[in-house]
């Protein structure tokens, strides 16, 4: 079955600096990649998600994350983070053959003012 | 469109008693998912449903837990003793088909076993 590991378990970002949460996967086959969100409060929702074609996906809020399949890396990126993006994320992996969704462990983003 | 929807959101009992959760998908999502979320891990799948049928349960303890989704809508997930080892957030999902598309996330029940 497959595995997903993110790197960092808490990042502390200033307002405007930039953004890249790791996300790796342990695969052999064909999979769907996303992210999700969970705000403070509320319940997970989708940024974005890769199943095929371009490998670099946009999301909502002006996420976006890469596919590197060489590398078995998913990676969520932001150019400017705010305060309201300080949430905890989860990358998550399916594989094409099974409908086993597997999660990472999540990672917490806390943007300061 | 209304979402996922959970109750109760929050329980509180002793070890070996028993309790249920229940969830109403979004309507007309064939998938239904239950998953384990522990304090500081991501989401674990317990259970996948397609309409009233079990797709997916190789990760339910089903010495103790155990769930249905009658008539292919709603579903409950009972657990018959619970331990401590319980205390967990369980989310349910739906998704229109099998996971390939988005799944829909419920606010989560909070279990707390003492």
């Known amino acids: 079955a497959q595995s997903v590991s993110q790197h960092n378990h808490h990042v502390i970002l200033s307002e405007a600096a930039s953004l890249e949460l790791g996300c790796n996967y342990s695969?052999?086959?064909?999979?769907?990649l996303f992210w999700y969100v969970q705000y403070p409060g509320q319940h997970l929702q989708l940024l974005l998600k890769?199943?095929?074609?371009?490998?670099l996906v946009k999301g909502i809020k002006g996420f976006e994350a890469e596919f590197i399949k060489s590398k078995f890396s998913f990676n969520l990126r932001k150019p400017s983070v705010q305060w309201s993006d300080t949430a905890e994320y989860f990358c998550?992996?399916?594989?094409?053959?099974?409908?086993?969704?597997?999660f990472g462990a999540g990672t917490r983003l806390t943007v300061k003012p | 469109e209304a979402g996922v929807a959970q109750s109760p959101r929050y329980k509180i009992i002793e070890k070996r008693q028993s309790v249920a959760f229940w969830c109403n998908p979004i309507?007309?999502?064939?998938?239904l998912y239950w998953y384990q979320q522990i304090l500081g891990q991501g989401p674990k799948l317990l259970i996948q449903?397609?309409?009233?049928?079990?797709?997916?349960d190789s990760q339910l303890p089903k010495d103790r837990f155990s769930a249905e989704r009658l008539k292919g809508v709603d579903s409950t997930l009972k657990i018959q003793p619970a331990k401590l080892e319980d205390s967990a957030v369980y989310l349910c999902?739906?998704?229109?088909?099998?996971?390939?598309?988005?799944?829909?996330f419920g606010p989560g029940t909070r279990l707390t076993v003492l």
């Open positions: 999902a739906s998704s229109p088909l099998i996971a390939r598309l988005e799944q829909f």
């Open positions: 695969y052999g086959g064909t999979v769907n």
């Open positions: 890769y199943f095929s074609g371009d490998p």
């Open positions: 998550a992996v399916n594989a094409r053959n099974n409908n086993d969704m597997r």
């Open positions: 309507s007309g999502h064939a998938t």
């Open positions: 449903f397609q309409n009233n049928g079990v797709v997916d």
